[in-house]
C-alpha cells in the first residue's frame, strides 16, 4: 500500500526547534479548508484556530506566567514565529456528546499538523497545565463553552538539524480482535488462528 498520506504519516516528526519562517495567512487557509474534513458527527464543526503572529506571542506569555503565579512574560511561546491556538468549541446536541466533539477537534489539529509538516513546515503540538487557566483562556477570547488544547509551534524546518529516526510502532501490540471467541488475541495473551467472519 502506498500513497501520500500513508508517506506523510510515516515522515511525520514533532520539530521542538523552528527556524523564524512561517506560512501565510492565506497559506493556513487552504491547509485549515482541508484539515477540517475530519470525521464529524452531525458536521457540527466543534472547533477553530486562533492564529498567534507577532506581539500575540508576548501577550500569551504573560497570561502563561499569570497562569503560574509569576511576573513577567514567559519566553515559551517565542519558540517559533507562528503559534495555532487549537479551541474545541462544544456545540449543543442530543446525538454527539462532549467527548466526541472534543476528539474532532483534536482530529482536525493532528491532521493540520500532518499538512503543516508534508508542506514543509517544522510542528510540534504543545500543552501545558495552563491550557485551562482562566488567564490563557481570556487572552484567546474563549467563551465558556470552548476549551484550549493546546497550540501548533509552527515554524520552518532547520536545514542542518539531525533527523533522529522514530522507531516504529508495532501495530501488533496495539491491534486486537473482540474477545469471546477464537481467534481473539489481546495485547499480552496467546493467538488462537481466526476464522472467517
Known amino acids: 500500500m502506498t500513497g501520500s498520506a500513508l508517506e506523510a504519516v510515516r515522515a511525520r516528526r514533532s520539530w521542538s526547534k523552528v527556524t523564524d519562517a512561517a506560512p501565510t495567512h492565506a497559506e493556513l487557509l ?25 506581539a500575540d506571542r508576548e501577550r500569551l506569555g504573560r497570561a502563561i506566567n499569570k ?33 466526541e466533539q472534543e476528539a474532532v477537534a483534536s482530529g482536525v489539529a493532528h491532521v493540520l499538523s500532518l499538512l503543516l509538516d508534508e508542506a514543509g513546515w517544522g510542528v510540534i503540538w504543545r500543552t501545558g497545565d495552563y491550557t485551562r487557566s482562566k488567564a490563557v483562556a481570556k487572552a484567546h477570547g474563549l467563551e465558556a463553552s470552548e476549551e484550549l488544547l493546546g497550540w501548533l509551534y509552527v515554524g520552518g524546518k532547520p536545514a542542518r538539524e539531525r533527523l533522529g529516526r522514530r522507531k516504529a510502532v508495532d501495530a501488533r501490540r496495539h491491534v486486537s480482535r473482540m474477545p469471546g471467541g477464537k481467534g481473539t488475541k489481546r495485547a499480552s495473551g496467546a493467538t488462537v488462528e481466526p476464522e472467517g467472519l
Open 30 to 54: 487552504t491547509l485549515v479548508s482541508a484539515a477540517g474534513r475530519v470525521a464529524d458527527h452531525s458536521s457540527l464543526r466543534p472547533w477553530r484556530l486562533i492564529e498567534l503572529r507577532g
Open 67 to 99: 497562569a503560574n503565579d509569576e511576573k513577567g512574560s514567559s519566553s515559551k511561546p517565542l519558540r517559533a514565529p507562528l503559534l495555532i491556538a487549537v479551541v474545541a468549541s462544544y456545540k449543543k446536541s442530543g446525538k454527539v456528546p462532549r467527548w
